[in-house]
């Protein structure tokens, strides 16, 4: 399974961040292009795909790629 | 379930304007998203309302018209009885929709035309600068009631969603939010619903959705969230209203 | 196959949108048009088109503006007031380019006023009573067949330049009844493709609707497009009809049922030997500024008639560009010129001797 967060488009809104179950959402220490600390993945492997971040971004940055 | 989460084809893939933490943007997609799974995109005629979704074009991959402030209501009346076969709907905030557009709101709710209105509700007028809306609570702050919302001076809170559940024309009215997980799916359920009663001709179908607006709440994303499912839903009350 | 009827302007108005193709009307009650309204909501579902009585003229022009947008041919009415409200809508619609039909029966205002005839909608017709720089095309009919005609017109040069296209009408026109001829086998005429229209985005790219352009530079550039489309209206529609102006020492200019009084007033002088004329615009923009330029070299006294204060004087005044002298005599509030009044304005002005324009 793969999941791919948008940083470039991120806003640092935080939602996914606050809403996935697994706290597996953090800010990054480095700031994008527009100066904002976008939203990424800790460990992409303790995400269950339950698409909760992807549902919460208001940008459409968050990806979630698996077989099903 | 497992599934493949992406961005719908109808939803085009560029930056919004919209501010962190928004609810527009979860909104844009989940109409997006709605449309491309009932395949009615070559069908469907969108109106923008005028406030921060006045370019909502620019996101959407659909025919959209622009309307004069409040008046959505009556573009989208005669775009949908001059040709019944498209889906039409219409995406306001609570100015144009229960402030300016009152009148155009109620009698197309009353003549029962078969349109979908998607009413976004945030308590405030975001593009303007964060005046009073009139679905801004009391003492709620903003640009024209610095003190907080004083019923003596400003009224109360509309409850337009509860009027318009009175109307024997009126079909279906839901109120949901995007404010947490549990509601935001609901918001897509609702939404989805309203594009699908007026595909099967069932009538005046609205979901008003508590959205946030982090803002001119002056509140952080996280804030605003909270302030929704704590105090806005309390005077708002979530629900199938009609 | 050639029918004539006897008809009122208001009614005569409404066949003439209906037999010119238009499929949607909304409209608002206010006298005096209501029989205009009450033959669409009764004719026009029976010949395949949609009427809504709306809940306000705001929205009336708002429906018009979607039922444009469509690609539809589309109609409302109503009297000065009522026009007002109208005038956002109305912006909106210039800016956006869509094609329809409006028609004022004026009447007395400002204000409420009463429901008696008037002509003070001029500027408002002309100047754009709504914001921005646009203007709609106006006819002005003077009898009930001209009501017809022009009506039909309007619609063919709404769709041929994508604006909106206004009858000035009264309260004298649109009540009273003359003999009406067209023929009952012509299908609509001057009908175009819109490609732009919004049908669904079903094999073309999706179509936009809009009037707002936020990016800097955007709105200036539709401007100027819809400027240049103005200019090819001022070049090729100016219309009028002028009489007896072959060695005319003073030349009425009037429109609408003013011009009927003054024709006759006109009529009257030159049985008693008078040197006087009629000229009488019909398009009132793009007004007949060309026409009446040129017999302003010849001409040299104009008296302009309007039920106003002045308002359309004020373009004689810049077409004649102060080569002639341009009297002006009106009434309003509801209170109509007589015949008798005209005459003696008439005779004020040819006797004015050395008075310099």
């Given at each position: 399974?793969?999941?791919?967060?948008?940083?470039?488009?991120?806003?640092?809104?935080?939602?996914?961040?606050?809403?996935?179950?697994?706290?597996?959402?953090?800010?990054?220490?480095?700031?994008?292009?527009?100066?904002?600390?976008?939203?990424?993945?800790?460990?992409?492997?303790?995400?269950?795909?339950?698409?909760?971040?992807?549902?919460?971004?208001?940008?459409?940055?968050?990806?979630?790629?698996?077989?099903? | 379930?497992?599934?493949?989460?992406?961005?719908?084809?109808?939803?085009?893939?560029?930056?919004?304007?919209?501010?962190?933490?928004?609810?527009?943007?979860?909104?844009?997609?989940?109409?997006?998203?709605?449309?491309?799974?009932?395949?009615?995109?070559?069908?469907?005629?969108?109106?923008?309302?005028?406030?921060?979704?006045?370019?909502?074009?620019?996101?959407?991959?659909?025919?959209?018209?622009?309307?004069?402030?409040?008046?959505?209501?009556?573009?989208?009346?005669?775009?949908?009885?001059?040709?019944?076969?498209?889906?039409?709907?219409?995406?306001?905030?609570?100015?144009?929709?229960?402030?300016?557009?009152?009148?155009?709101?109620?009698?197309?709710?009353?003549?029962?035309?078969?349109?979908?209105?998607?009413?976004?509700?945030n308590a405030v007028y975001g593009m303007t600068g964060g005046q009073m809306a009139p679905t801004t609570l009391l003492t709620q702050k903003t640009a024209t009631t610095p003190l907080g919302r004083d019923a003596k001076l400003a009224g109360y809170p509309l409850k337009i969603s509860e009027m318009l559940a009175l109307l024997d024309g009126v079909y279906s009215v839901e109120r949901t939010s995007v404010s947490n997980p549990k509601e935001a799916m609901n918001t897509k359920r609702a939404?989805?619903?309203?594009?699908?009663?007026?595909?099967?001709?069932?009538?005046?179908?609205?979901?008003?959705?508590?959205?946030?607006?982090?803002?001119?709440?002056?509140?952080?994303?996280?804030?605003?969230?909270?302030?929704?499912?704590?105090?806005?839903?309390?005077?708002?009350?979530?629900?199938?209203?009609? | 196959?050639?029918?004539?009827?006897?008809?009122?302007?208001?009614?005569?108005?409404?066949?003439?949108?209906?037999?010119?193709?238009?499929?949607?009307?909304?409209?608002?009650?206010?006298?005096?048009?209501?029989?205009?309204?009450?033959?669409?909501?009764?004719?026009?579902?029976?010949?395949?088109?949609?009427?809504?009585?709306?809940?306000?003229?705001?929205?009336?022009?708002?429906?018009?503006?979607?039922?444009?947008?469509?690609?539809?041919?589309?109609?409302?009415?109503?009297?000065?007031?009522?026009?007002?409200?109208?005038?956002?809508?109305?912006?909106?619609?210039?800016?956006?380019?869509?094609?329809?039909?409006?028609?004022?029966?004026?009447?007395?205002?400002?204000?409420?006023?009463?429901?008696?005839?008037?002509?003070?909608?001029?500027f408002q017709a002309t100047k754009g009573g709504g914001h921005g720089d646009y203007h709609l095309i106006v006819l002005a009919p003077w009898s009930v067949q001209e009501s017809f005609d022009l009506t039909q017109l309007a619609f063919e040069l709404a769709d041929r330049y994508r604006v909106m296209s206004m009858i000035l009408s009264d309260g004298i026109l649109g009540q009273m009844m003359e003999p009406l001829e067209f023929d009952d086998e012509v299908a609509p005429s001057g009908l175009?493709?819109?490609?732009?229209?919004?049908?669904?985005?079903?094999?073309?790219?999706?179509?936009?609707?809009?009037?707002?352009?936020?990016?800097?530079?955007?709105?200036?550039?539709?401007?100027?497009?819809?400027?240049?489309?103005?200019?090819?209206?001022?070049?090729?529609?100016?219309?009028?009809?002028?009489?007896?102006?072959?060695?005319?020492?003073?030349?009425?200019?009037?429109?609408?049922?003013?011009?009927?009084?003054?024709?006759?007033?006109?009529?009257?002088?030159?049985?008693?030997?008078?040197?006087?004329?009629?000229?009488?615009?019909?398009?009132?923009?793009?007004?007949?500024?060309?026409?009446?330029?040129?017999?302003?070299?010849?001409?040299?006294?104009?008296?302009?008639?309007?039920?106003?204060?002045?308002?359309?004087?004020?373009?004689?005044?810049?077409?004649?560009?102060?080569?002639?002298?341009?009297?002006?005599?009106?009434?309003?509030?509801?209170?109509?010129?007589?015949?008798?009044?005209?005459?003696?304005?008439?005779?004020?002005?040819?006797?004015?001797?050395?008075?310099?324009?």
């Amino acid at each position: 399974m793969k999941i791919k967060i948008n940083s470039k488009r991120c806003k640092g809104c935080q939602l996914c961040i606050i809403f996935c179950p697994k706290k597996n959402i953090a800010l990054d220490k480095n700031l994008n292009e527009s100066g904002i600390a976008p939203a990424v993945i800790i460990a992409e492997d303790n995400c269950t795909g339950c698409g909760i971040c992807f549902l919460m971004c208001p940008d459409c940055c968050i990806e979630i790629e698996q077989k099903i | 379930m497992a599934k493949n989460y992406k961005r719908p084809d109808s939803l085009y893939d560029v930056a919004t304007h919209y501010c962190p933490g928004c609810g527009h943007g979860i909104l844009h997609r989940m109409v997006a998203e709605a449309i491309d799974e009932l395949g009615a995109r070559e069908k469907t005629i969108a109106i923008a309302p005028v406030g921060c979704a006045v370019v909502a074009y620019d996101y959407w991959q659909f025919d959209c018209a622009e309307a004069a402030h409040g008046r959505a209501l009556a573009v989208a009346t005669a775009i949908k009885r001059c040709q019944p076969d498209k889906l039409v709907f219409t995406y306001q905030g609570d100015g144009d929709l229960a402030a300016i557009g009152t009148a155009e709101t109620i009698h197309a709710a009353n003549r029962g035309e078969n349109l979908t209105v998607v009413f976004v509700n945030n308590a405030v007028y975001g593009m303007t600068g964060g005046q009073m809306a009139p679905t801004t609570l009391l003492t709620q702050k903003t640009a024209t009631t610095p003190l907080g919302r004083d019923a003596k001076l400003a009224g109360y809170p509309l409850k337009i969603s509860e009027m318009l559940a009175l109307l024997d024309g009126v079909y279906s009215v839901e109120r949901t939010s995007v404010s947490n997980p549990k509601e935001a799916m609901n918001t897509k359920r609702a939404i989805k619903q309203a594009f699908e009663n007026q595909l099967q001709g069932k009538g005046f179908s609205l979901v008003e959705v508590l959205s946030m607006c982090p803002t001119y709440w002056y509140k952080t994303p996280q804030e605003s969230v909270k302030w929704i499912d704590e105090s806005m839903s309390q005077y708002f009350k979530l629900g199938k209203l009609k | 196959m050639k029918t004539k009827i006897l008809i009122s302007g208001n009614e005569a108005m409404g066949e003439a949108a209906i037999r010119a193709g238009c499929k949607f009307y909304a409209g608002y009650p206010i006298t005096p048009q209501n029989e205009l309204t009450a033959y669409m909501a009764s004719e026009l579902p029976k010949r395949g088109g949609i009427f809504i009585q709306s809940e306000s003229e705001l929205a009336a022009i708002s429906m018009v503006y979607g039922a444009s947008a469509s690609g539809v041919r589309t109609m409302t009415s109503s009297s000065s007031p009522g026009i007002s409200l109208k005038q956002e809508g109305i912006s909106y619609i210039s800016g956006a380019q869509l094609p329809s039909v409006a028609i004022n029966v004026m009447r007395a205002g400002p204000g409420l006023g009463n429901i008696w005839p008037a002509q003070s909608d001029y500027f408002q017709a002309t100047k754009g009573g709504g914001h921005g720089d646009y203007h709609l095309i106006v006819l002005a009919p003077w009898s009930v067949q001209e009501s017809f005609d022009l009506t039909q017109l309007a619609f063919e040069l709404a769709d041929r330049y994508r604006v909106m296209s206004m009858i000035l009408s009264d309260g004298i026109l649109g009540q009273m009844m003359e003999p009406l001829e067209f023929d009952d086998e012509v299908a609509p005429s001057g009908l175009v493709e819109k490609p732009w229209a919004l049908t669904g985005a079903s094999g073309r790219k999706p179509n936009i609707v809009k009037s707002l352009s936020i990016k800097y530079g955007d709105v200036e550039k539709h401007n100027i497009m819809l400027q240049k489309n103005y200019s090819r209206i001022m070049a090729k529609e100016q219309r009028f009809e002028e009489s007896s102006l072959e060695g005319a020492r003073v030349v009425v200019v009037a429109y609408g049922s003013m011009a009927r009084i003054a024709q006759a007033a006109v009529a009257n002088l030159r049985k008693q030997g008078k040197r006087v004329g009629l000229f009488r615009p019909i398009s009132l923009w793009p007004f007949p500024a060309k026409e009446l330029a040129r017999i302003s070299t010849k001409i040299k006294k104009f008296l302009v008639v309007e039920m106003s204060y002045g308002q359309m004087v004020e373009d004689v005044r810049l077409s004649v560009n102060r080569k002639a002298l341009v009297d002006f005599y009106g009434r309003s509030g509801g209170g109509v010129p007589t015949q008798k009044q005209v005459e003696r304005e008439i005779l004020k002005t040819l006797s004015s001797v050395n008075r310099k324009p």
